[in-house]
């Protein structure tokens, strides 16, 4: 049959129309051939509802076999109450017209609801045969592309498709994904039905089939199968002697109504009527179209653009949505508006330009599908379209130095949107430029993976190519060799160094924290890691220890790294405000008055006050460490253990006996530094130097004020040097080794002798003792008894016995008989030689200048 339909003064084929309208005019056409031996009446039939049988002059009689009617067809107006429409077509009989009409009229809602129904399993097979045709068409000319293409025409025509025929072989495929079509149809929210039951086998053959199956049985029918077959059975219970009445399934294609029927017509008694639906007489009703990702961001430039939709099987599977195109609005300027003609493809999963689209404004811009649903304006979903726009793309915040050879990288882009990107291409150095894969990460941003695994330090050049332009975009950048590897940079606030650790910061050039810089100080090497000590001349008491910061490091090839940075409450500070040693009242004060505050002798009392800066206060919990510059003897004070006496409260006494504490090993400078209860340390604050100091004992010294004194004493060899005067003229100077008791030094001048000692030997120290005289004897066997301000030396002659009356005394030697040739007067041998020669005693003379 063809059928076109007229509404004012549009007319439409019946593919097109989804409805009829009152008033509306239709063209009908019998298509049969010019042999047609038997002779069909078509009957036109109208009706309004089921409890108001249609008036006779309702019902059109054609005679299909005349000229008129196969040259020109019939023109008929769809009356002002319709709401229904059918057709039938009869075998030419006596009274053929009559007895149609009378059964219209007399049961009404039984055709009324054959209409309905009919009409509706019409557009579902249309679908079923839509999707069969794809998968037909795909598997023998795209077999690879069957799965995309299937699951795509599956969503579209809302069909439910068996997801285990494509692990079948391929040349299995398509008949799996074909058969038990007659279920397929169950997949659409906006009807369900078993169409194929209406296009094989007879009516009760229908029954039987439906009855058979397992939906039958468990109840799983939609209410519109049930509705399809309960047609069937209205149609079979009209049976006369005369005319059995046959559904057909209304294929429209353009403007030709394909029938299909159910069982083959026949042509004697009873007779077959083929009742066929003609579109429903009201409103229209379009499906719902929706987006499939309405986020979802597309190229307006791209080739063949494909906007995914679904929603509306009726859309893809029949022409009743037309003259489809793509409203677009937006960009840049906002002045853009055009419209782009659009088809809807099922095997593509959506709606596809039909043309390219024209040069556009770079920007965002607004599409929305527009078009007609039969007679009446329709508008679909709303998609999003972008535009390249040459010069938008730069390096991701912390990639500008991220590439680094020897290993594939990961590199991130970001900018406009990603859609319209077609390919990349990076170039290392000289070579030639090669692909590189890439994905969308975000709106505006893409991840590429960089081939470096073989690629040498140096620059780097990355192409970009996006649809719409035909010049591509380049981002330069340089490719690094192994790079430092950072772990943290942790200080205190308030401190002006940072210790950053790490690997290879020997590459460090400096690192900022905010507007803090900080530049290298020393590198260590700890187990694994490297330690950086850094400084700034900036304060840091403005960083916030509850803030969380990142350091920026830059390193000495330009590149900047991140690590993240601990910033820890303050440190505990103090100030020396005082320092002092305590004489032991039993004992004999020293002979040594010392020339420094700084020489803290270790056989006193040493006692210092410390003032708390930071905190305010000095916490009764805070300790204070005493140690070594070398760190080879530390001890740490207290309040509870009594070493720390709070004086008020931010000042704190401490008192220490070094030579019981350390020993008589203990010398050198010394510093103290508070150590918090969390165990956070201060500066070191110096305190002074310890000393020892030699045990005088007696200074023996002739009447001469020309010859040299006898000093006599025990570990001497702590005394580096004895003069007579400040400035230490013509002094003598003590070996470290020196093991004797007696020292031969200048004579005195005024009583005072100026010492240096050994833990101190820059400072110069008076050293007072009483003088004994001795007799003329005695000083003229002194080694400067003959000549004063000679060099000693040590004696080639036999060393002189020790007496045995005095054991170990290190008394001086009696004088050597005068060799045969004259020489200055001899000296005390060395410690080495005294001590090889089994010695006991050895006597320092003066060294002259």
């Not at 639906?277 to 990702?293: K, M, N, Q, S, T």
């Not at 969390?678 to 004020?705: H, M």
């Not at 020309?706 to 070996?735: E, Q, R």
């Not at 005695?778 to 036999?798: F, I």
């Amino acid at each position: 049959m063809d059928v076109h339909v007229k509404r004012g003064e549009v007319t439409l084929p019946v593919s097109e129309t989804p409805n009829l309208w009152p008033g509306d005019r239709l063209w009908i056409h019998p298509d049969l051939p010019e042999s047609q031996g038997a002779h069909f009446v078509l009957v036109i039939a109208f009706l309004r509802g089921s409890t108001n049988p249609p008036p006779p002059e309702w019902f059109t009689r054609v005679e299909t076999w005349t000229r008129d009617v196969r040259d020109e067809g019939v023109f008929v107006t769809v009356p002002r109450e319709a709401q229904q429409a059918l057709l039938f077509l009869a075998p030419e009989t006596g009274g053929d017209f009559n007895t149609l009409r009378s059964s219209v009229r007399g049961r009404p809602g039984l055709f009324v609801r054959a209409a309905q129904d009919l009409q509706a399993a019409s557009w579902e097979r249309m679908r079923l045969d839509d999707y069969l045709d794809d998968v037909k068409v795909t598997s023998q000319f795209d077999p690879a592309a069957l799965k995309i293409r299937t699951e795509m025409a599956a969503r579209s025509l809302g069909i439910k498709i068996n997801e285990s025929c494509f692990a079948k072989p391929p040349d299995e495929q398509a008949p799996c994904l074909s058969q038990n079509s007659e279920g397929m149809v169950l997949d659409d929210a906006n009807a369900q039905s078993l169409v194929d039951q209406l296009a094989s086998g007879s009516t009760l053959d229908l029954m039987n089939q439906l009855s058979s199956t397992a939906m039958a049985g468990g109840g799983a029918y939609s209410p519109y199968v049930g509705a399809i077959v309960d047609t069937a059975k209205i149609l079979s219970s009209l049976h006369t002697a005369h005319f059995q009445y046959i559904p057909a399934l209304a294929l429209p294609k353009e403007d030709a109504l394909n029938l299909r029927l159910n069982m083959p017509p026949s042509f004697v008694n009873p007779k077959s009527v083929v009742v066929v639906a003609l579109p429903p007489i009201g409103p229209a009703r379009p499906e719902p179209l929706y987006a499939v990702d309405p986020a979802q961001s597309f190229c307006a430039l791209k080739p063949g653009l494909v906007l995914p939709a679904e929603g509306a099987p009726l859309m893809f599977a029949t022409g009743l949505a037309h003259d489809l195109s793509l409203h677009i609005e937006g960009g840049e300027a906002k002045k853009t508006a055009l419209d782009v003609p659009v088809t809807a493809d099922a095997a593509r999963g959506g709606l596809v330009t039909t043309q390219p689209l024209p040069p556009l404004p770079g920007g965002d811009l607004t599409a929305q599908v527009r078009g007609k649903w039969g007679f009446d304006d329709w508008e679909g979903p709303q998609f999003r379209l972008v535009v390249a726009q040459p010069g938008k793309w730069a390096l991701a915040p912390g990639d500008e130095s991220a590439l680094v050879v020897g290993r594939d990288d990961t590199l991130h882009v970001d900018g406009q949107s990603a859609v319209c990107v077609d390919k990349l291409e990076a170039q290392f150095g000289a070579d030639h430029p090669v692909p590189v894969t890439w994905k969308a990460l975000k709106a505006g941003a893409f991840e590429v993976n960089m081939p470096l695994k073989d690629a040498g330090p140096g620059p780097v050049k990355l192409t970009i190519y996006q649809l719409g332009l035909t010049a591509p975009d380049s981002l330069s950048m340089v490719a690094y060799a192994a790079a430092a590897s950072l772990d943290s940079l942790t200080l205190n606030c308030g401190d002006r160094t940072a210790l950053l650790k790490g690997t290879r910061l020997d590459e460090v050039a400096k690192a900022e924290v905010g507007s803090i810089s900080f530049t290298p100080s020393t590198l260590n090497h700890v187990d694994s890691l490297d330690e950086l000590l850094m400084s700034t001349p900036d304060a840091t008491s403005s960083l916030d220890p509850a803030k969380q910061y990142v350091a920026h490091v830059q390193l000495k090839d330009g590149r900047v790294l991140s690590s993240p940075v601990s910033v820890s409450p303050p440190r505990p500070e103090v100030a020396l405000l005082s320092k002092g040693v305590q004489d032991d009242s039993s004992a004999a004060p020293l002979p040594v008055q010392f020339g420094s505050p700084n020489d803290l002798p270790i056989e006193d009392r040493l006692v210092f006050f410390l003032k708390s800066s930071v905190p305010t206060s000095f916490p009764r919990d805070e300790k204070v460490e005493l140690a070594a510059a070398d760190s080879s003897f530390h001890a740490v004070l207290s309040v509870r253990d009594g070493s720390l006496m709070l004086e008020n409260a931010d000042t704190a006494m401490a008192s220490v006996d070094p030579l019981t504490r350390f020993g008589s090993s203990a010398f050198g400078p010394v510093r103290v530094r508070p150590i918090a209860a969390d165990g956070a340390a201060g500066d070191w604050v110096p305190l002074g130097t310890f000393v020892r100091i030699p045990g005088f004992k007696e200074l023996r010294c002739p009447r001469s004020a020309s010859k040299p004194c006898i000093l006599s004493g025990a570990n001497l060899f702590l005394a580096a040097a004895i003069a007579a005067t400040p400035d230490f003229d013509n002094p003598t100077d003590v070996a470290p080794e020196f093991t004797g008791t007696q020292v031969v030094v200048p004579h005195p001048s005024n009583g005072v002798l100026y010492l240096k000692l050994r833990d101190d030997p820059v400072t110069v120290q008076t050293l007072t003792l009483p003088i004994t005289t001795i007799s003329v004897a005695e000083s003229k066997a002194l080694p400067g008894a003959a000549a004063t301000n000679v060099t000693p030396a040590a004696s080639t002659s036999p060393p002189a016995a020790t007496s045995p009356s005095s054991p170990g005394t290190g008394a001086t030697p009696p004088p050597q008989p005068a060799s045969p040739a004259p020489q200055a007067a001899p000296a005390a041998p060395s410690a080495q030689g005294a001590a090889a020669a089994g010695e006991p005693a050895q006597t320092a003379a003066p060294n002259p200048k």
